[in-house]
């Protein structure tokens, strides 16, 4: 019997299907061993478990930054999340405060001004809708799920019985870097090597089927002996409620609440025990309808183009969460032209353009925004105006990012973009 509070995403970690596409894939996998060498030839827990596991801290709300639908920011301390409104009690510059609420409907996110300096001390499971949970895998002694099926245990969420088919990657030594995805199930070992194949079992002796001289055969590892492992299911992102948190946990979310700004109530569809109660104090964002909001730093540049005396363009560096969270830190490095394909239903474009610190006293640097032909912004970034916020209305299906140098010439020429924002309708 499972512990209170630690029932799991069953609906989202039980899908079921008539057919495992893993026991269908392992065919196709071995078809293409087969076929492939002949062409080669031929050419949330508990409010105990919560409180016990995340620090909760006194005081009511806590400071936020909330994102409203026209990626404008409203600052304050977090009240309550209801149902119909999110409730945030902002300065009026006399020192005294009002109370805000901001109907549910306008608000895309909410970010705190946390950053993560957790030790890796966990390993690491990745689902392919894009839930992350740190933990380790359990053995039950009932064997429950059977060999296609992992037992993963979360420090607040309990144990997390995933099926194969929805995993993306998964770290059992806390560190290690998973292997690049390629066309097959992949192990990396801890002395380095890597064998590839179709994976068949998790579980503490893994099995992995790959092809030797054209038939079959079944490889057998101890777990221990794996670093890390990478799978080839198709990544299904979702939309809807998403929620970060500082111990490396991402979760999706049926609903949220809170009535007193730091304890907060996650509901996640699908749940035996679908209430669960988290801490905000270990809260990074949450973003309410993840197709409503993209992160430019989640798109890849389509072209990048410079002058001819500049040998080598480097692309635009990137610091985040992880990967489609609302927090984000575009580095570009000048003279330079970058171009993306913007998102079906792009409307709204923000970003905060900054000088690094490093050259505020000498830069400058003209920046130059384009939708497909018109210019959306052209400002000179120098000692006089060393940051600048952007908001701008967006019609067309191509962006385009701009750095030219000035007087000085192409030193320093470089921008930092705080949160470049896409507004999806």
């Known amino acids: 019997m499972q512990p209170d509070g630690m029932a799991v995403l069953m609906n989202q970690l039980h899908a079921a299907e008539p057919v495992s596409p ?62 119909a409104a999110i409730v945030l009690k902002t300065p009026r510059g006399n020192g005294e405060t009002k109370r805000v609420e901001i109907p549910r409907a306008e608000a895309l996110a909410i970010m705190t001004d946390r950053r993560s300096d957790r030790k890796v001390d966990a390993g690491v499971l990745a689902r392919t809708d894009g839930q992350v949970f740190p933990g380790r895998p359990v053995e039950l002694p009932d064997r429950s799920g059977g060999p296609e099926t992992l037992n993963w245990h979360h420090a607040w969420l309990g144990r997390l019985p995933v099926a194969l088919d929805e995993i993306n990657r998964v770290v059992f030594q806390p560190g290690a870097q998973p292997p690049p995805t390629g066309d097959a199930d992949t192990l990396l070992l801890s002395n380095g090597d890597r064998i590839e194949g179709f994976l068949l079992s998790l579980s503490e002796t893994i ?29 299904r992102p979702a939309g809807g409620t998403w929620a970060w948190f500082e111990d490396g946990t991402i979760l999706r979310a049926g609903e949220l609440r809170s009535e007193d700004g730091r304890w907060g109530h996650l509901t996640m569809q699908g ?68 171009r993306y394909s913007l998102p079906a239903g792009a409307t709204r474009f923000a970003a905060e353009v ?72």
Do not use: C
């Open 271 to 338: 749940l035996e025990n679908g209430e669960q109660t988290v801490s905000f104090d270990a809260l990074q964002a949450i973003v309410f309808d993840a197709d409503r909001l993209r992160m430019l730093t989640d798109l890849e540049p389509i072209s990048m183009d410079g002058p001819k005396t500049r040998y080598r363009l480097p692309e635009p560096t990137i610091a985040r969460i992880a990967n489609n969270a609302p927090q984000s830190v575009m580095t570009i490095s000048g003279p330079i032209v970058v």
């Open 207 to 235: 099995e992995l089927e790959r092809l030797r001289d054209g038939s079959p055969e079944i490889v057998t590892i101890p777990r221990d002996r794996v670093a890390a492992v990478r799978l080839v299911n198709p990544i």
């Open 22 to 83: 893993r026991k269908a894939g392992r065919d196709l996998f071995r078809l293409i061993g087969l076929v492939v060498p002949a062409l080669l030839m031929m050419s949330p827990v508990s409010v105990d478990a919560a409180r016990s596991s995340l620090a909760a801290g006194g005081g009511s709300g806590m400071n936020v930054q909330l994102l409203r639908d026209d990626l404008s920011m409203v600052r304050g301390e977090l009240l309550a999340i209801e149902f």
């Open 354 to 425: 900054r000088l690094p610190s490093r050259g505020r006293g000498w830069a400058d640097v003209h920046l130059t925004i384009r939708v497909d032909d018109d210019v959306i912004v052209r400002h000179q970034i120098d000692a006089s105006q060393p940051e600048l916020m952007i908001n701008e209305h967006l019609r067309g299906s191509e962006l385009t990012i701009e750095l030219d140098h000035g007087p000085a010439g192409p030193i320093h020429t470089e921008l930092e973009l705080h949160d470049p924002r896409l507004l999806i309708r």
